[in-house]
């Protein structure tokens, strides 16, 4: 892989800071007091530099930006301390002298695209209006300077692409809008809040890299707000570790990542998981867990063996095959077709996890959702524990799937706001006429207590849990029929650093004790590595690789496979001044022409089960 330097951050970039912020203390009003969220932070961003905030959700990071920005609304929030851009007090500026500001001295880019742009305006037109209001171009002028900065941003064929509506672009052509859009008044410091979190691993290190070549590009600073922690080591020269409102530890982010001084620094970093740390383990392996207050640690403990390899698989999946018609016209005529799964074929045994991995749109969540029937599948064929169950009527249907159960992404999404999560976790045990109300709550119980929960929260409603927690509950749910099978449809995803490792954690025991099987859906590459026995790699709606998880990660034989391990990002600050060779292509449409037929597959055996597509070079 090709590297190159990277020119660091000015020498003398400290003594004059391109922003200062000292002693920044937000609070919002809440019955007729204000609560600070933010307190007492303070911390310079030099000229070309890089400085990260980091933390988990709720450390108000996020806060701390807007309060730069001041976005906080005057009648609910207030603004005390120092913040100085190039020596100018930006918190006594008029409002009107502070638009002109925003946007112009200072851009930001926010997690999701979408929330930013206006999905009834061409993305030119929204880029052209900046250069219109804060430049004083022309329309023409704006126009062209919109289109070389879409060229500038790697959006290919900028040209023919200008007059594009936001929804025709990926999740990760999006946000080079975004950026393109924060650089078009080329200003003196870019806050980025989260701009990579919601992206898949590979759309993630093309806008990493992006963002490190414009600066240099463009001679700007940069604040970076994340919680993932493998992408500061990648892009900061400096971090503010952030913890309930406060800044734990301020330093060089070499420093921060090899002697960090304070217990929540090492929490964070005690649940990054590392693309390479399972070599030479056979088994799933615990992550360590660093207590947030005291520092101590315990010892990550490799899984003992539950596979029942000499069983009949709990799953069994062949020749699966999954399409979506595509109509248009006045009488819905099939104009295509979308080849989401492809002649998909695996089996999973008691105790095992099987990981399905892959970017968006590769068919894995409609892999997960057809074996339960929750699509249904063209053709192929689905036997859990025996039974077949794309052959079954809707009442065996609902017989079979007290077996098999489904955690899917976003827990507040997957719970009923007006159901309290007792009362959510018994539904099942209910429908199913399998408890009495009495044994229901003595089940719900149970069951929160063994996901690691009190039994008295089962009182509450989901708005009273953490992300972390409301997931916990989704997995007591998942339980509560004490199934065979459990498809985690990106799981963890969503998840804090260390709320993840917790999360995989209590799967990983729970698997152990229950001789539970997963359908590991993920694109987390270095998260599958940790807890999965087998890994499938998913592209274009077809498998191209499958294998024990060693042979895979330690050997990997596609190239999509190899693309896939390449973007992870490492947790090592001392690469942060090489560049990868990261490819700028996004994974090809799934959309075929109506009467299209995928040609015939061949595959090898490059070791013991360990099975890989054959390519065209």
């Known amino acids: 892989m090709m590297t190159s330097p990277v020119p660091p951050a000015c020498s003398d970039a400290v003594a004059t800071p391109v922003l200062s912020v000292t002693g920044l203390t937000t609070s919002f009003s809440r019955d007729r007091q204000w609560l600070p969220v933010v307190r007492n932070i303070s911390f310079d961003v030099a000229a070309r530099e890089t400085v990260a905030i980091v933390g988990e959700s709720g450390s108000g990071k996020s806060v701390t930006a807007l309060s730069i920005m001041r976005l906080i609304p005057q009648q609910s929030g207030r603004i005390e301390g120092s913040v100085r851009l190039a020596g100018r007090e930006l918190l006594t500026l008029p409002e009107q002298a502070m638009r002109e500001v925003r946007g112009n001295e200072i851009a930001m880019i926010f997690q999701e695209p979408m929330t930013s742009l206006n999905p009834v305006l061409t993305i030119g037109t929204q880029i052209s ?16 300077e919109s289109i070389r900065l879409l060229d500038h941003v790697r959006i290919p064929a900028a040209i023919s692409r200008f007059a594009d509506y936001p929804h025709h672009f990926s999740g990760g052509m999006r946000q080079r809008v975004m950026i393109a859009m924060a650089l078009a008044c080329k200003p003196k410091l870019l806050i980025a809040d989260e701009p990579t979190t919601a992206l898949d691993v590979t759309i993630q ?174 053709s192929g064929s689905v036997v859990v524990d025996g039974e077949d169950v794309l052959g079954m009527g809707a009442r065996e249907l609902r017989a079979l799937r007290r077996r098999m159960q489904i955690v899917f992404q976003d827990p507040f999404a997957s719970l009923n706001p007006r159901m309290s999560v007792g009362a959510a976790i018994a539904a099942p045990l209910h429908a199913n006429g399998l408890a009495a109300a009495s044994e229901a709550r003595d089940k719900v119980a149970d069951l929160l207590v063994r996901v690691g929960l009190s039994a008295d929260m089962a009182r509450r409603y989901p708005h009273e849990f953490s992300g972390g927690q409301r997931q916990r509950i989704c997995i007591a749910r998942a339980l509560a029929l004490q199934p065979k099978l459990i498809i985690a449809d990106e799981a963890v995803s969503a998840l804090d650093v260390s709320v993840k490792a917790q999360v995989v954690n209590l799967m990983l025991e729970l698997q152990d004790s229950m001789k539970l099987s997963y359908l590991f859906i993920s694109h987390d590459m270095a998260v599958v590595e940790r807890m999965s026995h087998r890994v499938a790699v998913m592209y274009l709606g077809e498998i191209v690789e499958i294998g024990p998880r060693a042979a895979v990660f330690g050997e990997p034989q596609h190239p999509y496979t190899k693309k896939l391990m390449a973007a992870v990002p490492i947790p090592d600050p001392a690469r942060r001044t090489t560049r990868r060779g990261i490819s700028n292509d996004e994974i090809r449409s799934p959309v075929r022409a109506p009467d299209y037929q995928p040609p015939a597959r061949q595959y090898r055996e490059v070791s013991p089960g360990h099975i890989v597509q054959l390519w065209d070079a």
């Open 129 to 144: 209006e900046a250069l219109v209001y804060h430049r004083g171009l022309s329309r023409a002028a704006a126009e062209a």
């Open 205 to 378: 290190a093309q806008i990493v890299e992006l963002l490190k070549e414009l600066q240099q590009d463009e001679g700007m600073s940069i604040l970076f707000i994340t919680h993932d922690m493998g992408v500061v080591a990648e892009v900061a020269d400096r971090t503010v570790v952030m913890y309930h409102g406060e800044a734990v530890e301020t330093d060089r982010t070499t420093r921060i990542f090899t002697a960090p001084s304070h217990a929540y620094t090492r929490a964070l970093l005690s649940a990054v998981p590392r693309l390479g740390s399972m070599a030479g383990r056979t088994q799933p392996m615990r992550f360590p867990i660093v207590d947030k207050v005291t520092g101590g640690s315990d010892t990550p403990v490799e899984m003992p063996d539950t596979v029942a390899r000499t069983e009949r698989p709990v799953l069994e999946v062949k020749h699966l095959t999954t399409r979506f018609p595509i109509r248009s016209g006045l009488f819905g005529r099939i104009a295509g077709r979308v080849h989401a799964v492809e002649n998909v074929s695996f089996s999973l045994h008691a105790g095992e996890t099987l990981a399905l991995v892959g970017e968006s749109g590769c068919g894995k969540s409609t892999t997960g959702r057809s074996i339960l029937k929750l699509i249904t599948p063209d």
